[in-house]
């Protein structure tokens, strides 16, 4: 989740062919595949499974998970902040053993959520669901007073370990191995300050983690983070960092929320540093902070507006200053 309205303001980037990043005019690629008529959703995340045709999505406003089948009907995954759900933050499918991961942390878009960070601390866990029932196998939780954690999002392993980005309490990538009923936290560094997104190689021997100053390059075998080299005048911290972050042959598709931009960022052959960019889109009229796709064959399907910043002191706003949440859709395989 790149723009916190609850937590706090880091951002994302936006790249034209020249890196003139501050002067970019729109750049419209994208088609709108679907919405969802429920306004006060508020979603941060998206997930697809390929054996139903359905999209899932998850709820920051009301602490829950719905599903869209392949003919658009739509219905609730799980009862609202059901299992103690709260709210759904990072979404990854396990296709192969039929797992629905998901990424939950406390947090002021969730409704009626009350608890203090300097006082009672912020709860956050990683909820692991049977994708065709519903059923809840598991839950990792960390709920301590005066602890402040946020899990952020998720990237399997081709061996279906579970990788997940963690913030605040301390800046770290977490694992929990396939078939374990153990979260145990497996990097932290200097190089890697408020992850975000993540993703793997598609040989699954490096991890890419998107965070507050850039792009981490995690060597599986030896353990080595080390930054991703980009070349001169790409801008991806701060303001510009990376929220969403994919693997799509030999390069990166991140989505710059704060900026209102998808980029794709192509890697050389050991896919140790970014060679060029190529922007996917820029400043879409229904972007309103976008924040996280999901890649189905050679498309990027995307959450285009999840309306962070539609709370003021009172909460969210009314009703009729809300927009159906959006997701578009681009090319990839197409030279823009």
């Known amino acids: 989740m790149k723009k916190y309205a609850f937590v706090f303001g880091i951002s994302i980037l936006a790249m034209a062919p020249s890196f003139a990043q501050d002067t970019i005019e729109p750049y419209n690629n994208s088609n709108i595949a679907f919405t969802i008529p429920e306004k006060d959703l508020i979603p941060e995340s998206i997930a697809y499974d390929p054996a139903t045709g359905s999209f899932f999505m ?18 609730d995954f799980g009862a609202a902040k059901q299992h103690g759900m709260w709210m759904v933050i990072g979404l990854k499918i396990d296709i192969d053993r039929r797992i629905l991961w998901a990424c939950s942390s406390g947090g002021d878009n969730l409704e009626d959520y009350s608890l203090k960070d300097d006082q009672e601390g912020r ?4 909820f692991k669901y049977d994708l065709d029932s519903g059923k809840l196998l598991g839950k990792f939780i960390y709920n301590a007073p005066g602890e402040v954690h946020f899990f952020n999002d998720i990237a399997i392993a081709p061996n279906g370990d579970v990788f997940v980005t963690h913030m605040f309490q301390d800046h770290a990538i977490y694992r929990i191995k396939n078939g374990s009923e ?6 932290t560094s200097d190089v890697i300050q408020y992850p975000n997104g993540i993703a793997f190689s598609e040989n699954g021997e490096k991890l890419y983690v ?22 001169d005048g790409l801008k991806i911290s701060r303001r510009e960092s990376i929220d969403g972050l994919y693997f799509y042959k030999n390069s990166l598709v991140g989505i710059q929320s704060d900026i209102n931009t998808v980029n794709r960022l192509f890697l050389d052959e050991n896919g140790s540093k970014i060679i060029r960019s190529q922007p996917l889109e820029i400043k879409h ?6 924040t996280t796709g999901e890649i189905v064959k050679d498309e990027f399907y995307y959450i285009a ?16 200053k809300l927009y159906e949440p959006v997701i578009l859709k ?6 823009y």
């Open 305 to 320: 507006n999840a309306q962070f910043g539609k709370f003021d002191e009172n909460g969210l706003l009314p009703m009729h």
């Open 182 to 187: 153990t979260l145990e936290k497996v990097y």
């Open 330 to 335: 681009v090319r990839l395989d197409y030279e």
């Open 285 to 290: 009229p229904m972007m309103d902070t976008p």
């Open 123 to 126: 709860p956050a866990g990683i």
């Open 210 to 231: 998107a965070h507050s100053d850039g792009i981490a390059l995690i060597n599986i075998s030896s353990g080595e983070i080390s930054p991703l080299e980009i070349p």
């Open 58 to 75: 998850g709820s920051t406003r009301k602490g829950k998970i719905i599903r869209r089948d392949r003919n658009g009907n739509i219905m």
